[in-house]
């Protein structure tokens, strides 16, 4: 049985950082892709950042330069370091995993097998 446990959201200042990670287990870490999704109240659920089997990374506009997504095989661990931190960043953050290996698969909900249950990041201003 596969399952994502995300930690490490919380409540910070506008500038401020987080990091999220995301604890897989059940699952061959390694060969699928994964990703960040987050949906703000009466919004649809946007992709934020998926990461490929080999390594290669995928951004949403709206956070390129500011977040980074990273993988550590050795700890089945997601994580995303989110700094530069504005308020309309506010959201519930999602873990996602695929059964496929390519980044551009996870930026597609569609091609998502496997959701975690979320973690709350409120931005002040």
């Known amino acids: 049985q596969v399952q994502l446990v995300e930690s490490g959201g919380g409540s910070v200042q506008a500038g401020g950082s987080l990091r999220l990670s995301c604890a897989a287990s059940?699952?061959?870490?390694?060969?699928?892709?994964m990703a960040w999704f987050r949906q703000a109240p009466g919004k649809e659920r946007e992709r934020v950042a998926s990461?490929?089997?080999?390594?290669?990374?995928i951004y949403a506009d709206s956070v390129k330069g500011r977040f980074t997504i990273s993988r550590d095989s050795a700890k089945n661990t997601l994580s995303l370091q989110m700094n530069s931190l504005k308020p309309e960043d506010t959201a519930m953050y999602y873990c996602?995993?695929?059964?496929?290996?390519?980044?551009?698969?996870?930026?597609?909900?569609?091609?998502?097998?496997?959701w975690g249950q979320g973690t709350q990041v409120t931005v002040s201003s």
């Open positions: 996602a995993a695929s059964r496929l290996a390519l980044a551009t698969f996870c930026q597609n909900p569609s091609f998502v097998h496997y």
């Open positions: 990461i490929g089997s080999g390594g290669t990374t």
């Open positions: 059940g699952y061959t870490y390694s060969t699928y892709c």
